[in-house]
């Protein structure tokens, strides 16, 4: 069978059978899909032989490319011993190893690792170690979270809960429970300047706490960068802001890294951005450089020792899946993180973030392009109809849609959240692939939007 009959069968098979994430299937089977049949470096390849830069680093996960060696040869040398035990009541050795790995990563005083496989289940995994902490301290009351407006910490139904984007959120309303809401500071969409923006916000969260202090167990945020709603970024000091308020009235600060985590904002972690310790934080996404799912949840010593006692006391956390701590995903891991290390590729992030941002700065010029979001390799490029209205494209009018399907056609993928055009390039994309991706968004955004 040559290539197109290939692509013709599998392509028939694929609209049959398969029902694909965030995706409006109606459109998607009334195109012709793109089916990946290889990864190269920062490139995936086609099944019909077109190869397309991963603009979105196959969804924000995405380290040093794909096929990596010293990734492909951990997970081969792996598999040659074990592919997976429990973690349940055992160990394993690379469940060990990874574990001190984070710790030393980590923010300070984030000590304890509690292995799952998604972003979302180690949110609900965060959300559920908050809750019985409290019930553990002897506060029971403390039972309700705070989380910011068009927050995204995933779709399982306590991260749904958390989560402030209606599109995604609403829907589910009845089935997820109640939280308190404060504002993300948005400095693009507020009608003030940036320190009346986070003084706006920080003040409703003081206000928030004044009222209903005793009743909260935690405030949930994603640092430095809300990914989801649209690379919102926070203003430098935000966070360690949240950090005093939470001390101050004695609650916990989970922090979302599941997106920013793992050098993808230029530092370890977005909480390094401010110099801050959350009491717990999860990640996943880029811990095993876009290999295998694997995700964690950190604690401190003290939400740790909480859960301890004796075993008639109960206090046991009554959470784990069947794949927690897999030991090919703790194995890439390993070797991802290691990699990292050798290259420098924090540092690097970094210093190719500064080149990103020159490489974008001609946007800036472009009528329909209302504001440019970037922090190391995380982008968001807002899309307005009226740039000194800010007036928003209509949902209808697909604008986020069609600039990536044009993409798509000159060589790279992307993905739209709405009208914002996410580019988040592997980390370790080179000085030339940025020049030839931003290239491409460049002419995809001049395509369909004609100044
Ligand atoms: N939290 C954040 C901040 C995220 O961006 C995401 C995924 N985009 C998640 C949680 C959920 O992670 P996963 O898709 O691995 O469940």
Known sequence: MNTNAIYRKLAEKDKKFLWHPFTQMQDYVA????????????????????????????????????????????????????????????????AIHLAEKLVSIAPDGLCKVFYSDSGSEAVEIGIKIAYQYWQLKGEP???????????????????????????????????????????????????????????????????????????????IVEPMVQGAAGMIMMPPGFMAQLRSICDEHNILLLADEVATGVGRTGRWFACDHDGISPDIMMMAKGLTGGYLPLAAT???????????????????????????GNQLGCAAALANLKLIEDTRLVESVSEKSQLLHDLLEPLRDHPNVGDIRKLGMMTGIELVRDKAGKEAFDWDEKIGIQVCIRSTE???????????????????????DLTAMTKILQQAIGDVLPS
């Open 298 to 324: 950190l604690t401190t010593e003290d939400v740790y020792n909480a859960f301890l006692g004796d075993y008639s006391e109960r206090k046991t956390f009554f959470h784990g899946h069947s794949y927690t």
């Open 410 to 432: 000159l060589g790279m993928i992307l993905r739209p959240l709405g009208n914002v055009i996410i580019f988040m390039p592997p980390l370790a994309s080179t000085v030339a």
């Open 31 to 94: 195109a012709a899909p793109i089916i990946i049949e290889r990864g190269e470096g920062i490139k995936l390849q086609d099944v019909q032989g077109r190869s397309y830069y991963d603009g979105v680093s196959s969804i924000w996960l995405n380290v040093h490319g794909h096929c990596v060696p010293d990734i492909d040869r951990a997970i081969i040398e792996q598999l040659g011993r074990i592919a997976h035990s429990t973690l349940l009541g055992l160990s394993s050795v690379p």
């Open 141 to 219: 009351s403390r039972s309700s979270f705070i989380a910011m407006t068009n927050a995204y910490h995933g779709d399982t139904i306590g991260a749904t809960s958390v989560g402030g984007i209606d599109l995604f959120h609403e829907t589910y309303h009845d089935l997820m429970f109640a939280v308190h809401r404060v504002p993300y500071p948005h400095a693009y969409r507020y009608d003030g300047t940036i320190e009346q923006c986070t003084n706006h916000c920080l003040n409703r969260l003081r206000m928030l706490l004044d009222m209903k202090q005793r009743e909260i167990a935690g405030l």
